[in-house]
């Protein structure tokens, strides 16, 4: 199976976790559907093209930052409850920490559809605008785009990952990996449902809504045990697709 494998670098990132908080919480990794689209961006599609991604990557450090945000809410302007108006609608400003993550390095492999292939290859080979994973301002610094070669093998060695690089590893390619500890296969990692593609739905005329679908998925460093058969690209690298 051909794969595009893509290397890039972020100085920074907020990978925004969907929880209502007081603070802007950030996975470690990039989402699937946040991946998706912006390779959508990479290639103008309009609509959604189907395709397969795997992620993995480390990060440096994790800081908190603080920010001021601005809420516009549908809510009359009460000059005892908003800072601010416009167009007669209060704007709330407050104070919130972000967590931001530093030092980014991630590998990304993407299996598209047949006629899609070459064009993903070269919107991300030769991308004719600014690329970013997380906010409008996380550009992404591409160190290589190649097409590699992905099959599945039967290890001859334990392969396991350098410390700090973590994956989205699926529920299913999780159950073949060991614990260092214990041999088995029961990870310390953290378990997460991450949303991959949506649908937009209509809830009243003049608002619709974005509905994810979600993947389980176990982020931890991996560890494959001599033996294991793994989809793995030709230089030894894991690929994390179904």
Known sequence: MKAIRLKVYQQEAVYKVPVMSNNIESYMLPTFSSVIGMIHNACNYKTYHDMKVSIQGSVDSTNVDTSTIYEIGNIKYNEDRHSFSADDRGITRGVKSIYVNRGINLIIHIVPNTKDFDT??????????????????DALVIKSVEVVDSEYKELEDDLIADNGWY?????KIAINTVNEADGSNLKSGTWYLIPTVYKIIELKKGKKIRKFNHKKVLLDEYKFAEDSNILIDED???VFIE
């Open 120 to 137: 993903v290859y070269s919107s991300l080979k030769f991308p004719a605008k600014y690329l970013s994973l997380g906010r409008n301002e």
């Open 236 to 238: 030894n690298i894991p």
């Open 167 to 171: 994956a989205w590893i699926p529920d």
